[in-house]
Every structure is written in C-alpha cells, then in structure tokens.
C-alpha cells in the first residue's frame, strides 16, 4: 500500500454533529473529528462552555483526505451545500456564535480556493453568503460523546429530523462524490 499524503479541511456549519455525518459518506475522506476552534479563551474548551457561547469557539469538523481522491474545492463546494451559509451564528434552531458557518484555512492556497468557492456558489442563495474565512488557530478534538454521533445515534430524534434530511439532499447533490451511494 502506497504512503497516502492527507490534508486537512476545518470547517463549522451548525451542529458539528451534522456536517461530520455528511463527510463520512465522502469519497477521499479518511477521518473526520469533530471539535472547537476559533476562541479566545485559555485553556481546553468543553462541549458545556462552547455552547454558552462565551468562549468564541466553534463547533467545527477537521476532515483529513486524500487530495488524488478529492479536492478541496470539491469538498468546499459539499460544505457550502450542506448547511446554510447565509444565515449569521445559525443553523436551524441552533443559534449562537458558536455554529456559525466558517472555514478555516491550513494555507494561503486554501484562503485563495474559499474565496473563489464563496464567490462561484453566491448566486445559487437569494441572501449573501456570511460564511467566515479565518486561517485556522488552536484546534481541540472534541469529547468521545461527540465523535462519530451519527453513526452511533442515527435513530435519535435529532438525528432523524435534523441530519437524515441533510444527508439524502447530500445524496441527491453529490451522489458522484459518494463511497456508498445510498438512494
């Protein structure tokens, strides 16, 4: 097996449980951990107070890939379809400056490719776009409770009403970027 050279992706829409149940049926996605990046208080942020709100964190998702598989652009153009990047530090019915919708870049090429990708998806919203575009700071991997929520929650009541509907819309958008294709 040939050494794989990953990259990271950073990216928060809402509810990191969400957005880590749509990249982990990505094609070229070898990991995805959710946590917090973005505040500016001392210290290892817990789920409690990131979602007070006070600490500046958001609910983020650092994604590894493969760039032979897929590129960033790609899995830019999956993020920004996937949550609603005209609403400012909201998401459905979770609000707060923490599940505001960002993109933290890992390099100067990735701010560039951002940029571009915000710009090209604008027409397809009625609202402009307010996704952030920081370069990513201190990234904490969130508690064990949090990863992989989908796959170990999937018939909770959040998870059906709230990210079944995100993932068959992600099926439906990018069945070609898929592992599984799921109809």
């Known amino acids: 097996m040939k050494n794989k050279s990953l990259e990271l992706m950073t990216v928060g829409g809402g509810c990191f449980w969400c957005i880590e149940a749509v990249f982990n049926e990505v094609k070229g996605v070898e990991k995805v ?3 917090y990046t973005g505040g500016k208080v001392p210290g290892i942020p817990t789920y409690r107070e990131v979602c007070s709100g006070l600490t500046g964190h958001a609910e983020v998702i650092q994604v590894s890939f493969d760039p032979d598989q897929i ?23 979770d609000r707060g400056s923490q599940y505001r919708s960002v993109i933290y870049y890992h390099t100067e090429k990735q701010s ?3 940029n571009v990708v915000a710009k090209e998806i604008a027409p397809y919203y009625e609202n402009p776009i307010v996704t952030e575009i920081s370069p990513i700071g201190e990234f904490f991997v969130a508690e064990a409770a949090h990863q992989d929520y989908y796959a170990n929650n999937s018939t909770q009541g959040y998870c059906t009403a709230v990210i079944d509907p995100k993932l068959a819309k992600l099926r439906k958008m990018h069945a070609d970027k898929l592992k599984n294709v799921k109809v």
């Open 33 to 35: 951990v959710s946590g």
């Open 71 to 93: 590129s960033y652009e790609d899995l830019l153009v999956i993020f920004m379809t996937s949550h609603d990047p005209t609403t400012l530090n909201r998401q459905g019915a």
């Open 112 to 114: 560039e490719i951002a």
